[in-house]
Every structure is written in C-alpha cells, then in structure tokens.
C-alpha cells in the first residue's frame, strides 16, 4: 500500500510562501496525487492535484499563488505557496490514488497526517 509523509508546514507571515513536500513509497505506476487542506471548523478542500505525467490542476483559490510539481524519481509532490494569506491557514493533507484522479475525496486510497499551514496577519 501507497505510504504518505508530508513536511514543510510552518507559520508564516502572510504574503510569506512556503514549501510542502509529500514523500510517496510503494509507488510503482501511474498515480494521481493530490493536496488537500482543512481549516478550522471547515470541510476539507482539494488545493489541486497531478494525474502522472498530465498537467497540474488547482482550486480557483489557490490559482496562480500556488504551484505543484512532482519529482517522479523520488516520488515526492511539491506544492510551492506563494503570497500566502490568512485564509490559507489550514492542515493540508496529501492523498493518492491508483490511475486517474478521484472525483471525490473519499474514493482516494491513502493519505498523509497532513501538515499545518498557519499564516497570520
């Protein structure tokens, strides 16, 4: 089975950036892997994902402030923040799932701890 390990998460100033790692094992094909935060009191939202090789795609939130990227040999996802702001604060979570990426939470497979994101004013 799929393991996840997220790092990186930190309190930062807001329009501060922050990087976010998310270490895969036992990956060995095509994958989709995705970020997922939750605020306090919030449900959970996807930030955005990567199916493989396919282009990385974000929520409209997060579109152009943050950026995902995936080293495929060492099977870590990236998810580089920039222009942070305080609603960005949340546990932000990195999930995987065999193939094409799920349409909903739920139906991934494996997920991290998470990782918490604070950003104050």
């Known amino acids: 089975q799929v393991q996840l390990e997220e790092s990186g998460g930190d309190s930062v100033q807001a329009g501060g950036s922050l990087r976010l790692s998310c270490a895969a094992r036992n990956m060995y094909s095509r994958y989709c892997m995705s970020w997922f935060r939750q605020a306090p009191g919030k449900e959970r939202e996807e930030v955005g994902g990567?199916?493989?090789?396919?282009?990385?795609f974000y929520a409209e939130s997060v579109k152009g402030r943050f950026t995902i990227s995936k080293d495929n040999a060492k099977n870590i996802l990236y998810l580089q923040m920039n222009g942070l702001k305080p609603e960005d604060t949340a546990m932000y979570y990195c999930a995987a799932s065999y193939g094409y990426c799920p349409k909903y939470q739920d139906d991934y497979t494996s997920w991290g701890q998470g990782t918490q994101v604070t950003v104050s004013s």
């Open positions: 990567k199916e493989g090789e396919d282009s990385p």
